[in-house]
């Protein structure tokens, strides 16, 4: 069905305007590239609301007058428990209206780009049907790019499998960022953590993972983290990982963010945390000369952020690997007659047109903690009894001010400032801004109401936290991932108090109303009136999202309780090495990529010595 009329009514079109008329086929175009299952789910949303209508006039949506639409959506609007389901439709749609606003304003100024240094590039269906290497490395992430650098380096033939795409930093300059982010996430960004609630859990999937799409934020491990994974799980390489995550760092350039490119996003975060007295500074980043394009999360349009296809595959392919692109890997190949067990031997790739092998000793699987179970389970190497358990998500909700001047949150670095005075309780909170329409935070309101809030955007300024969560879902399947989270108690508490304390620093700093993200109190002028709201809401009730999914074949002393040995090999296996965020036995409680290049390049330092 067409979405025309749905889209007249939440946007309030009139007519009046170019922008609104086009936000359909922008719409349209972007369902294309999700999955069946949510785009399904959006239509059938699209047909109750058109139903209503013609219950209620005699017509379909598209046939009302505008104020017919407004009256239709009001009285939708007037039944509380619908609001949540009208906001789920509301999401798509404002991807595809922010994205027409921004054309109508004029492309964004574009400062000089870097070019991309060279990579041995090969589509998967120009790659031999069979052919061999020293080792495998499946995924082109954080971790795997790091295994696939630290293994070229010590002198093995290696072989990076990537499922998704190249992307260059040309091609995200010269096309808008909604379109990139359809090509640059899995399932166009829509999977989905079933549970209680279901959470929004986006991951990347391109030369480079989600490298190509985080924020760029680099925090360093906690040191009561590192000590936790050494004393209590076991987990830690033989000197530790400080020096590994001084390579990282080394690695990808990262520095504190300078003031001058943060915007008034982060400017505003600084203010309200003076203000309060409360520990705040700019973050440190791996965007060395950013100009502040607001584009980390669907690749940076100038090349400053050093996401791994411009810092680390680089200097991989300088030492030898090579990288497949499009390629799925069905299963590993593993001899079960070798002396001593079982012992990978290679892969088995699908691609278009049929499929090939690569033979090798080493696999190394780094497909991510949402892909490496089901890959595991597809290979036969699934038997563990905890393998994709332990799964931690970051737990992550926001909340907007607004303020009386324009703050254009979107001009300046996506993610600018920490706020650390409540990390101690597990709550992180970052200045965060997205492309128009983009971000986690939906915005109030229906028809007219929510028209005027698209339309004075410039003048909220936002904040997300992120919570340090209990290991609370599993990633089920085989053929394909389904995860299931079931949020902890204490972190649907902590999120409710992350909320409690944004908006204490965005009053703080001067904003005259702060949007909840609650549907039916979507709007507070006075921590007085939150606090009450608070009082009887539950973190279900907040626009919740996820993050940096973690710990899913877990390393860690103990073999009844860890898939993977201490050194990340795959237990009941020779020659399996674990390499990505399903390897880190907990929470790293901050933005993780840091923690997983230092403990892929430890794990492969280790198997590199050992195989020399």
Sequence with gaps: MSLTGLVSALLADD???????????????????VPLPARDGLRAGARAVDAYALARTGRALSALTAPERESVLGELAARPALLPLLDVLKVPVLLAAGTERMLEDGPAPRGPMRPDPPLDLTPAEHWPARSTADAVVIGSGAGGAMAARTLARAGLDVVVLEEGRHHSTESFGRRTPLDRFSELYRDGGATIAVGDPPLLLPTGRAVGGTTVVNSGTCYRTPRHVLDRWSNYFGFAPSDGLDRHLDEAERTLRVATQPVDVLGDNGRIALKGARRLGWQAAPLRRNAPGCQGSCQCVVGCPTGAKQSVQLSVLPDACAAGARIVTGARVERILVDTDRPGGPRAAGVRVRREGGGLEILAPLVVVAAGALQSPPLLRRSGLGRHPRLGR???????????GRFAEPVTAWKGVLQSVGVEEHHAHGVLIEATATPPGMGSFVLPGLGAELRHELENADHLATLGAMIADRPSGRVLGRDRTLVRYDLDRRDAGRLVLAVRRMAELLFAAGAVEVLTGIP???????????????????????????????GTVAAG???????????????????????????????????????????ALALAEEEASARG
């Design 15 to 33: 007519g009046t305007t170019e922008w609104t008329r086009r936000v359909p086929a922008r719409l349209e175009s972007f369902l294309a590239t």
């Design 557 to 599: 002393a103990d073999p009844q309780r860890f898939p993977a040995d201490p050194r990340g090999r795959l237990r009941g296996v020779h020659g399996v090495l674990i390499a990505d965020a399903s390897v880190l036995p907990s929470c790293p409680q901050v933005n993780p990529q840091l923690s997983i290049m230092a403990a």
């Design 390 to 400: 332990n799964l931690s998500v970051h737990p992550a909700t926001s909340v907007a």
């Design 520 to 550: 039916t109190t979507p709007r507070v002028r006075s921590l007085t009136d939150l606090d009450a709201v608070l009082a009887g809401t539950s973190a279900r009730q907040l626009h919740l999202s996820a993050y940096h999914p973690t």
